[in-house]
């Protein structure tokens, strides 16, 4: 019985390692005030500049996004300035870099104000999906930031030199728009950011799951 207790441990265990919460492509520095960070772009609002990174998820797994992690510092004296975080399709289909077609998912901005988020401090900023979003296995997808209203400007900051983004997804290169949204032109300005995803157990995995568990339940009776 310890043998197969064990045995069913170590497949739960290997089952639930497939699809827990990681890192799903991203570049974050470890310091974000790092002598090697810059302001590598300016964002502002809607209608002005917007950056973008495109990436391909894996194939034969879908993924659900937790959140995005961006390294950004407020420029304007209005602040707080307003980011806008979302997903976007791609024009790609074969995991080049293609543009930013379709706003598909608006992620949950943090609580922001004058003391977490000060005029030229570069710091870790993190949004949040507020609902569940699924990143189709195979397919390829921009991150864009730009400004959620008015004329405020802040930098989504970068390293000199750049850091490729590395994780499951397939890291596709950057866009940048300096006078409107979605941007088109080509950018070797590697923003910071990291994107965190879960991946979706298939069917088969969470019935191994459910199996585990009730062997795990189950107990030996007593030999009279």
């Known amino acids: 019985m310890m043998k197969q207790t064990l045995l069913v441990g170590l497949v739960a265990g290997l089952a639930f390692a497939n699809f ?12 974000p005030n790092a002598a090697t960070v810059f302001n590598g772009s300016s964002v502002s609002n809607v209608e002005a500049r917007s950056k973008a990174v495109g990436f391909t998820t894996p194939a034969g797994v879908p993924y659900e996004l937790e959140d995005v992690t961006l ?5 304007t004296s209005l ?3 307003i980011p806008h975080v979302a997903i976007w ?94 941007p088109t032109a080509d950018s070797s300005v590697f923003n910071s950011f990291a994107i965190n995803a879960t991946a979706i157990p298939e069917p088969a995995t969470l019935s191994t799951l459910a ?14």
């Not at 390294?71 to 420029?75: A, I, K, N, P, Y």
């Open 89 to 182: 399709s791609s024009s790609s289909s074969d995991g080049t870099l293609g543009v930013p077609e379709t706003q598909l998912f608006v992620l949950d901005n943090p609580a922001l104000s004058p003391d977490n988020f000060p005029v030229g401090v570069s710091n870790f900023f993190t949004f949040t999906a507020g609902t569940p979003f699924e990143l189709l296995p195979d397919t390829s997808y921009f991150l864009l930031v730009n400004g959620a209203i008015g004329n405020q400007t802040f930098f989504w900051n970068a390293e000199n030199p750049a850091v490729t983004p590395t994780g499951p997804a397939t890291f596709d290169g950057y866009r940048f728009g300096i006078s409107a949204t979605p």
């Open 71 to 75: 390294l950004l510092s407020d420029v």
């Open 211 to 224: 199996i585990g568990t009730l062997l795990l339940g189950r107990t030996r009776r007593p030999r009279h």
């Open 79 to 81: 602040s707080p300035s």
């Open 20 to 31: 827990a919460s990681a890192q799903f492509l991203g570049n974050l520095p470890s310091d």
